[in-house]
């Protein structure tokens, strides 16, 4: 089975993060990326599918020269070759866009499954997955907690509210959503940190890919951010004095008061 | 002179860091309170190629720089120091010697389970007598037939009961003073040998260290590495390696204490404002970030010259070591200090951090050992 995994690079969940001068995206210079989170597991699971049969594992990727990082990462832990759409004209994108030259990527590979992660840990739209299976004329699965190989397709188990599960059957090829959780993801050996450096990294533009370059990237885009704010600060809460007894009283009252729990 | 680490070293500290803090970090408190061996994390280890860092591909293992093996050792030992002294040993004073000194049967035999990771092993140089002063050497071998049989007592091993290879010090020739020294590859299940009760000790509490006793231990003439009266050249190279690496263990450590040092110093308030803005924390941590990163330095140094040249790296490794060792004493030091009554609990990270640091200016050769060597060196030229 031929498999693509899309991956992204995202702010370090950890990292401190200040809103840009025009408000429109954070100042992403001097934070540290790692790949997201999701990602890892979809990795992980075309890296499974791979090893019980047999293939390859394409890792791909849209992003500035920075985002060159994360498919390091996915070639070390044991994707076979990669492909970063670090052109300019792919950058700044909204999902749309991105989807676009992801999707003109993907045809390339003609793959049997596409991986996704179930949302980016950035902007959280969970959107670019969906809009690319429609761009590819492939069915979709969103929120995958387990993908099984079936004499026609895949059978994927889709998370719901409160430990539910949808179970879907899907024609190959198609494109997968997957949930943190499904697998437990591998770290990169240090083999695989060595046999990175000698695995394909390709880097095509529009041109290559036959795509117009005002379709993609910012230009490409139909969503655009204008106002990015912090949240404000929780007022701080109410701290009770007095004797232990009063305290306990007063404390009652309010919790009566305000959530009905007594 | 470059000093950033390659794409790869950097891919791989991201990749032992991550290692680190997922896979060791979670009961790195339990395991120092109940004394308890991290077997399957150090399995895991093994998995990723940490046990076999620095012996090339051929022999199972990952075929490092010494520049990547100081780097993850550092990673390591931010997190779990216990964890990185027994890599440490295994790497440096086990593998190591077996591939530079050993014969094709003796690798293929011990040399690649070690470097694949899936066992551990130790070194067994020191003797009640025979610390600092390691040539006073009383363990004796005896060719008998086609065995030696040894005799004596080693203490202090590191890896003892979890480790299923040694490499045995011991006096061949008691008549030729220095020349009569040889080295062995002994394993655990040869008849004579035992493992004494494990120590009590102060830190590194999830590292296993116990006696080792030779009671006409039976081993073949095929185990003897290298030549017979090789000297002291064995242990003292693979000592190099493993200074390299207590000097690395060392940065590991003070970071770790450092960071939680910063942290709580951004978190605590005294009269008004967090601790990090008194002057008098400031400054200590302003003098514990320079003294990791001087540490850190000296230690990439060293591992870099032994890259170049592995006879040569004596006198560099030695600073490294005693620079990098005294180093993570005062770090840890300072670090209880800016924690104030919290840093004297169980609680806090700091004080297994201060546990642990103590070992590092002591084993695989004493502070003072460490400025023999370099005032040696020095005063030669
Ligand atoms: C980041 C994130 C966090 C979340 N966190 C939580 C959480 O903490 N707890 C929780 O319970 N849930 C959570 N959710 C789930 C969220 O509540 C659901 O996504 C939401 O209820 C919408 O359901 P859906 O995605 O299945 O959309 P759908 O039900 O598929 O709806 C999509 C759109 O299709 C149209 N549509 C659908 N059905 C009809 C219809 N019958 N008639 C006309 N139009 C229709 C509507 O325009 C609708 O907006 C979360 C979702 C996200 C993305
Ligand atoms: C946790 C731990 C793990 C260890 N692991 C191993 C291991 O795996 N394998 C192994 O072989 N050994 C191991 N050791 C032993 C360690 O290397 C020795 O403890 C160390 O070399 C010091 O020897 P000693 O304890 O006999 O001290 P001594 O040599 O008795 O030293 C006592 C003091 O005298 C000083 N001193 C000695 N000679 C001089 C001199 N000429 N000039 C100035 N000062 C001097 C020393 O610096 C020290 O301060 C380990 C020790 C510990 C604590």
Same mark, same amino acid.
């Given at each position: 089975?031929?498999?693509?995994?899309?991956?992204?690079?995202?702010?370090?969940?950890?990292?401190?993060?200040?809103?840009?001068?025009?408000?429109?995206?954070?100042?992403?210079?001097?934070?540290?990326?790692?790949?997201?989170?999701?990602?890892?597991?979809?990795?992980?699971?075309?890296? !499974?599918?791979? *090893? %019980?049969?047999?293939? +390859? #594992? $394409?890792?791909?990727? /849209?992003?500035?020269?920075?985002?060159? @990082?994360?498919?390091?990462?996915?070639?070390?832990?044991?994707?076979?070759?990669?492909?970063?759409?670090?052109?300019?004209?792919?950058?700044?994108?909204?999902?749309?866009?991105?989807?676009?030259?992801?999707?003109?990527?993907?045809?390339?590979?003609?793959?049997?499954?596409?991986?996704?992660?179930?949302?980016?840990?950035?902007?959280?739209?969970?959107?670019?997955?969906?809009?690319?299976?429609?761009?590819?004329?492939?069915?979709?699965?969103?929120?995958?907690?387990?993908?099984?190989?079936?004499?026609?397709?895949?059978?994927?188990? !889709?998370?719901? *509210? %409160?430990?539910?599960? +949808? #179970? $879907?059957?899907?024609? /190959?090829?198609?494109?997968?959503?997957? @949930?943190?959780?499904?697998?437990?993801?591998?770290?990169?050996?240090?083999?695989?940190?060595?046999?990175?450096?000698?695995?394909?990294?390709?880097?095509?533009?529009?041109?290559?890919?036959?795509?117009?370059?005002?379709?993609?990237?910012?230009?490409?885009?139909?969503?655009?951010?204008?106002?990015?704010?912090?949240?404000?600060?929780?007022?701080?809460?109410?701290?009770?004095?007095?004797?232990?007894?009063?305290?306990?009283?007063?404390?009652?009252?309010?919790?009566?008061?305000?959530?009905?729990?007594? | 002179?470059?000093?950033?680490?390659?794409?790869?070293?950097?891919?791989?500290?991201?990749?032992?860091?991550?290692?680190?803090?997922?896979?060791?970090?979670?009961?790195?408190?339990?395991?120092?309170?109940?004394?308890?061996?991290?077997?399957?994390?150090?399995?895991?280890?093994?998995?990723?190629?940490?046990?076999?860092?620095?012996?090339?591909?051929?022999?199972?293992?990952?075929?490092?720089?010494?520049?990547?093996?100081?780097?993850?050792?550092?990673?390591?030992?931010?997190?779990?120091?216990?964890?990185?002294?027994?890599?440490?040993?295994?790497?440096?004073?086990?593998?190591?010697?077996?591939?530079?000194?050993?014969?094709?049967?003796?690798?293929?035999?011990?040399?690649?389970?070690?470097?694949?990771?899936?066992?551990?092993?130790?070194?067994?140089?020191?003797?009640?007598?025979?610390?600092?002063?390691?040539?006073?050497?009383?363990?004796?071998?005896?060719?008998?037939?086609?065995?030696?049989?040894?005799?004596?007592?080693?203490?202090?091993?590191?890896?003892?009961?979890?480790?299923?290879?040694?490499?045995?010090?011991?006096?061949?020739?008691?008549?030729?003073?220095?020349?009569?020294?040889?080295?062995?590859?002994?394993?655990?299940?040869?008849?004579?040998?035992?493992?004494?009760?494990?120590?009590?000790?102060?830190?590194?509490?999830?590292?296993?260290?116990?006696?080792?006793?030779?009671?006409?231990?039976?081993?073949?003439?095929?185990?003897?590495?290298?030549?017979?009266?090789?000297?002291?050249?064995?242990?003292?190279?693979?000592?190099?390696?493993?200074?390299?690496?207590?000097?690395?263990?060392?940065?590991?450590?003070?970071?770790?204490?450092?960071?939680?040092?910063?942290?709580?110093?951004?978190?605590?308030?005294?009269?008004?404002?967090?601790?990090?803005?008194?002057?008098?924390?400031?400054?200590?941590?302003?003098?514990?970030?320079?003294?990791?990163?001087?540490?850190?330095?000296?230690?990439?140094?060293?591992?870099?010259?032994?890259?170049?040249?592995?006879?040569?790296?004596?006198?560099?490794?030695?600073?490294?070591?005693?620079?990098?060792?005294?180093?993570?004493?005062?770090?840890?030091?300072?670090?209880?200090?800016?924690?104030?009554?919290?840093?004297?609990?169980?609680?806090?990270?700091?004080?297994?951090?201060?546990?642990?640091?103590?070992?590092?200016?002591?084993?695989?050769?004493?502070?003072?050992?460490?400025?023999?060597?370099?005032?040696?060196?020095?005063?030669?030229?």
């Amino acid at each position: 089975m031929k498999i693509v995994v899309c991956v992204k690079q995202v702010p370090d969940s950890d990292a401190a993060l200040a809103v840009n001068a025009d408000r429109t995206w954070i100042v992403d210079s001097g934070i540290n990326f790692e790949l997201n989170p999701y990602d890892r597991y979809a990795l992980e699971e075309a890296l !499974r599918i791979k *090893e %019980a049969g047999e293939g +390859e #594992v $394409v890792a791909v990727s /849209l992003g500035p020269a920075r985002a060159a @990082q994360v498919l390091k990462t996915c070639l070390a832990t044991g994707a076979d070759r990669a492909i970063h759409l670090k052109d300019e004209a792919f950058q700044g994108g909204d999902p749309w866009a991105n989807a676009q030259a992801l999707a003109a990527a993907i045809r390339t590979v003609e793959p049997d499954l596409v991986l996704c992660g179930f949302q980016a840990n950035d902007d959280t739209l969970a959107q670019t997955p969906v809009l690319l299976a429609e761009m590819l004329g492939m069915p979709h699965a969103t929120g995958a907690m387990k993908i099984e190989k079936t004499d026609t397709g895949v059978r994927v188990a !889709r998370e719901l *509210e %409160a430990d539910r599960r +949808e #179970v $879907v059957d899907l024609p /190959l090829p198609a494109v997968i959503t997957v @949930q943190t959780g499904i697998n437990e993801p591998r770290y990169a050996s240090i083999k695989g940190i060595m046999a990175a450096k000698r695995k394909e990294m390709k880097t095509p533009g529009p041109a290559d890919l036959g795509i117009d370059p005002s379709q993609v990237g910012a230009a490409g885009s139909r969503l655009r951010f204008f106002d990015l704010a912090v949240p404000p600060k929780k007022e701080g809460g109410e701290v009770l004095t007095g004797s232990t007894e009063e305290i306990a009283v007063a404390l009652v009252k309010r919790i009566r008061e305000n959530t009905g729990v007594l | 002179m470059d000093f950033r680490l390659n794409d790869e070293q950097e891919m791989l500290r991201q990749m032992v860091a991550d290692f680190a803090d997922q896979v060791l970090a979670p009961e790195v408190m339990k395991r120092d309170r109940e004394g308890s061996f991290p077997h399957a994390e150090i399995a895991h280890a093994g998995e990723l190629g940490l046990l076999g860092m620095i012996v090339p591909e051929e022999w199972g293992g990952s075929g490092l720089d010494t520049v990547s093996y100081a780097v993850a050792l550092m990673e390591i030992a931010r997190v779990c120091p216990s964890s990185a002294v027994t890599l440490s040993v295994s790497n440096s004073v086990c593998a190591y010697p077996i591939w530079r000194f050993g014969n094709k049967e003796q690798k293929e035999r011990y040399l690649r389970p070690l470097a694949s990771g899936k066992i551990i092993g130790g070194f067994c140089l020191t003797e009640p007598q025979a610390g600092s002063d390691a040539t006073n050497q009383k363990t004796r071998a005896v060719r008998q037939g086609d065995h030696y049989v040894l005799n004596g007592t080693k203490v202090w091993v590191t890896n003892a009961h979890v480790g299923k290879v040694f490499i045995v010090i011991a006096v061949t020739d008691p008549q030729a003073a220095r020349g009569g020294i040889s080295a062995f590859i002994v394993t655990p299940d040869m008849p004579g040998f035992s493992f004494s009760i494990k120590e009590e000790k102060m830190g590194l509490r999830a590292s296993c260290t116990s006696s080792v006793v030779l009671d006409d231990c039976q081993v073949p003439v095929a185990n003897l590495l290298g030549k017979e009266g090789d000297g002291m050249r064995i242990p003292l190279n693979a000592l190099d390696g493993g200074r390299i690496g207590i000097a690395a263990q060392s940065v590991g450590i003070a970071t770790g204490a450092y960071e939680e040092a910063v942290k709580y110093a951004r978190e605590r308030t005294a009269f008004g404002k967090p601790i990090a803005q008194h002057q008098a924390i400031a400054f200590q941590i302003a003098d514990c970030a320079t003294e990791i990163d001087a540490a850190r330095l000296l230690t990439l140094r060293a591992a870099s010259r032994r890259d170049e040249d592995h006879d040569g790296v004596g006198p560099e490794a030695a600073m490294a070591k005693l620079y990098a060792s005294e180093m993570c004493n005062r770090v840890a030091y300072k670090a209880v200090q800016i924690h104030g009554g919290y840093g004297y609990s169980r609680d806090y990270p700091v004080e297994r951090f201060y546990r642990d640091a103590r070992v590092t200016s002591l084993y695989e050769g004493t502070s003072e050992v460490q400025r023999i060597v370099i005032s040696r060196a020095v005063l030669a030229g």
